[in-house]
């Protein structure tokens, strides 16, 4: 299989069922039970509690992070995107600083036509625009929808979510200051220019922005896709990708100057990882999206769940002066896919 094309995949989502890939075909729609149901409620009290045990006494920038709904529209597909609205809960629930979106929120099968594609969009930002927290949304390289939505216009879609951030020109990627955190959280567009990659002036942003952060701040870095091989599904080779050693490099070059980088944090894998390349921590967040057994690397550990009865979120939590971070599952998986690091 192709995977930059992925319409092999994409058509068994379609035909038999999203049950193969350990995902939960339509059915109740979530909101059946209400805006927050009585499970995203037990969800995020559970987590809650481990949350306030592990920030007690400590000064962190929290982020709530969800990844690749792939979500269906107008009874066309399962309707992950209602999850945004647990999300927006959580986040409120924390006080958390932001929601971060890691992109795919859509999938352009079997939302066929444009039409399809513009509702599921702007339903996305409706759900995004019901909660005060600021949003950050990194592009994915399934957000443009065949070619209809370029980077700029998702760019000004987007830009509401987020008055405070710095943005580019086009609004695509930019990054949010949390003074009081000691920390700058950067979102990117790793489909700038191509399926996946990043354009020159984007990483001269990245590059620029990244140096100028004062000293005793913390930076954390948020994309859609993982520019590394251990990111790659079992039976796919590493796709073409363009500046992405590049990008890997600056985050490099940053640390050994010593800076302070929390981590990479990505989804687009469908699955958990978490590894070091040289001084940088990176963070694969498996979220709603399928793979099939015989992608997936034998070494990774996936949660098969029914998102109409589970979510699948991250509760992401930054102490710049402990230079430590900390994942906190929030629904499927529990505790047990907790995970932290030092940076």
């Known amino acids: 299989m192709n995977r930059k094309n992925f319409i092999k995949t994409a058509a ?10 350990g995902l939960s075909q339509t059915g109740n729609s979530p909101s059946d039970s209400g805006p ?13 509690k481990r949350i306030d045990e592990w920030r007690k006494n400590r000064n962190c920038a929290m982020f709530i992070v969800i990844t690749d709904l792939h979500s269906g529209i107008g009874g066309k597909g399962r309707n992950t995107v209602e999850h945004i609205r647990y999300a927006n809960f959580a986040a409120e629930s924390y006080g958390a600083d932001a929601v971060v979106n890691l992109g795919d929120c859509g999938f352009e099968y079997p939302l066929k036509r ?12 409706k759900y995004h625009s019901e909660t005060k927290i600021p949003t950050l949304y990194c592009v994915g390289n399934h957000d443009h929808y065949r070619g209809r939505f370029s980077s700029e216009f998702l760019g000004w879609r987007f830009s509401p979510l987020c ?13 949010l200051n949390l003074s009081k955190r000691k920390c700058r959280a950067f979102f990117l ?34 994309n859609h896709y993982c520019f590394d091989d251990l990111g790659n599904w079992e039976t796919v080779p590493t796709p073409k990708y363009v500046n992405g050693k590049e990008f890997v490099k600056i ?34 967040t498996q979220g709603y999206g399928g793979i099939l057994k015989k992608d997936r690397p034998s070494d990774v550990d996936i949660i098969d769940f029914d998102c109409n009865w589970q979510m699948l979120a991250e509760a992401v939590l930054i102490d710049s002066k402990a230079r430590q ?17 030092a940076f």
């Open 251 to 284: 985050m490099d070059d940053f640390v050994s100057e010593g800076g302070k980088l929390a981590g990479n944090i990505v989804g687009d894998s469908h699955f958990d990882r978490t590894f070091k390349r040289g001084g940088v921590n990176f963070f694969i």
């Open 189 to 222: 567009n790793s489909s700038d220019g191509a399926y996946y990659g990043f354009s020159d002036k984007q990483l001269e942003f990245l590059r620029s922005n990244i140096k100028k952060m004062p000293k005793d701040w913390s930076a954390v870095i948020f």
């Open 114 to 125: 444009e039409d399809d594609g513009m509702l599921l969009l702007d339903t996305l930002l």
């Open 36 to 48: 927050v149901p009585d499970w995203v409620r037990k969800a995020v009290s559970d987590t809650g």
């Open 163 to 175: 008055k405070d951030a710095v943005r580019s020109p086009g609004g695509d990627y930019g990054y």
């Open 12 to 21: 068994l989502f379609s035909v038999v069922g999203y049950s193969r890939f």
């Open 325 to 341: 971070l900390k994942f906190f599952r929030i629904g499927a998986g529990g505790e047990k896919k907790d995970r932290s690091a």
